[in-house]
């Protein structure tokens, strides 16, 4: 961000954000449940801002997304009312409404494009580290005859496929900068070139088959939205990916077989997986959770409920990898036939305002960067939990902030006023806070050993979340 935009009061949450996003990625000490910690807190923050700031979040929406939200709204309360546990359900409501009203607070920060190059520059400044831990392990592993596994290469993420959630989001962004018109040194070209490359050989060393599906599908609608004007978009990004693909291949094969003459031990821990993950299963649960409970769903987050009567423990249990069939199972058909209008429409709005014949050669690389990053983690939370996990969930409010942001940056700046909806944020912190304190101490204040909440290693709020 420029300086002038730091200094002004209204854009302290998305400074907070950008701030996260930077740093949490690249903490080895700070764990999932911390990243989550760090989430609410900025969640908090975002809320008091808006409430003591004055900052009118219901003119950011039109009637009909206001009144379908606010149905929505009322089915998950109800849904939580009448679930097995109404503290978890009230908790994962609170964190989606919250995550809503936080990317709608600080939207108005992006409508200056600057902004946006000047805050893509520095996360990439993230990818940068990330990318050497990521050669330092490569080349400690490379020595040693140790077994290891894939996550050890991304030691500030739990599981890999948690930070494939989070990656997915940004690798347009590598992208973007080589298509505006920015005045860099040419070393300064080649340093952006060699972090781009080595994000796309993050991406492909995860072997994740859903993730290369999802950029597949985005490069596809991008394509057929844009049409010519995405060409040169779409030739950087294969150039990039596939540059990354043989740098890969040179890493995990070549170079191994010359040192060892076996590039097996490298091989067996980074193969494409070729099983389901028990997907199928999980999704047939979600599919007969919905059926069984058509209205109103099983509750929020109770995908991750255990009868304890009746408990039939499983590691893959606590969300089914699928956005689509957690929101039917949890919230029921038809909370989720009002998401699914809320998504299409919003889509049309924006492909409305933004295809091949609309969108002018200045506007169409952000226009298109933002259409791929988006596509792609919709695709991708469709196999993978990504509007689960706390890093992801907050690249979301990025992104989509920018495209509202973006959207909107012909319309003036409206005077900051109280709204109806502000006067609301203060209860639902206190709630919030309420229903999160028992696990917030007893994270930040007891000895691992002694929770009771560490039942066993099955992410969904918390690492370890089952709800019994």
């Given at each position: 961000m420029n300086i002038n935009t730091l200094l002004n009061k209204k854009s302290l949450p998305a400074f907070f954000l950008a701030l996260l996003l930077i740093t949490l990625p690249n903490f080895i000490g700070c764990d999932y449940n911390y990243k989550r910690i760090y989430e609410v807190t900025f969640l908090y923050f975002t809320f008091l801002f808006i409430f003591f700031c004055k900052v009118n979040?219901?003119?950011?929406?039109?009637?009909?997304?206001?009144?379908t939200l606010i149905a929505a709204l009322c089915l998950g309360i109800i849904s939580g009312l009448t679930s097995e546990n109404i503290k978890y359900a009230f908790i994962e409501l609170i964190t989606f409404f919250s995550l809503f009203i936080a990317t709608l607070g600080i939207s108005e920060t992006w409508k200056n494009k600057d902004t946006v190059i000047a805050s893509v520059f520095v996360l990439i400044t993230s990818f940068l580290f990330l990318e050497i831990k990521f050669y330092a392990y490569y080349l400690a592993f490379l020595f040693s005859t140790n077994k290891f596994s894939i996550h050890e290469f991304f030691p500030s993420f739990a599981n890999a496929r948690f930070f494939n959630q989070y990656q997915i989001?940004?690798?347009?962004?590598l992208t973007l900068i080589f298509t505006e018109n920015v005045f860099l040194k040419k070393t300064f070209k080649l340093a952006l070139l060699f972090i781009a490359i080595s994000w796309w050989l993050l991406f492909f060393t995860t072997g994740s088959r859903g993730a290369i599906l999802s950029v597949i599908t985005a490069i596809c609608i991008v394509k057929h939205i844009f049409k010519k004007k995405s060409s040169d978009f779409i030739r950087i990004t294969l150039y990039l990916s596939l540059t990354g693909f043989v740098l890969y291949q040179f890493l995990f094969h070549a170079i191994p077989y010359l040192i060892n003459q076996d590039s097996k031990l490298l091989l067996d821990s980074l193969e494409i997986r070729i099983n389901s993950s028990d997907r199928l299963f999980l999704w047939e649960k979600a599919i007969s959770f919905s059926i069984d409970n058509p209205v109103l769903g099983i509750g929020p987050m109770h995908f991750a409920w255990q009868d304890i009567?009746?408990?039939?423990?499983?590691?893959?249990?606590?969300h089914p990898h699928n956005s689509f069939l957690q929101w039917a199972a949890e919230w029921g058909l038809i909370s989720l036939s009002l998401i699914s209008y809320l998504t299409l429409y919003s889509l049309k709005k924006w492909f409305t305002r933004f295809n091949y014949k609309a969108v002018t050669n200045t506007d169409a690389p952000l226009a298109i960067t933002l259409t791929f990053s988006v596509i792609s983690a919709l695709t991708y939370s469709l196999f993978s939990g990504v509007i689960v996990m706390p890093m992801s969930q907050l690249m979301g409010v990025f992104i989509i902030s920018i495209m509202i942001g973006t959207y909107n940056n012909e319309l003036p700046i409206i005077k900051h006023t109280f709204s109806y909806l502000n006067f609301t944020l203060i209860p639902i912190a206190l709630l919030y806070f309420y229903l999160l304190s028992p696990q917030l101490i007893e994270i930040l204040f007891n000895d691992e050993g002694s929770t009771t909440i560490l039942t066993n290693h099955t992410p969904r709020f918390w690492l370890d979340g089952d709800i019994f």
């Open positions: 979040i219901s003119n950011k929406f039109d009637t009909n997304v206001k009144y989001w940004t690798l347009p962004f009567n009746n408990i039939t423990p499983s590691p893959h249990l606590n």
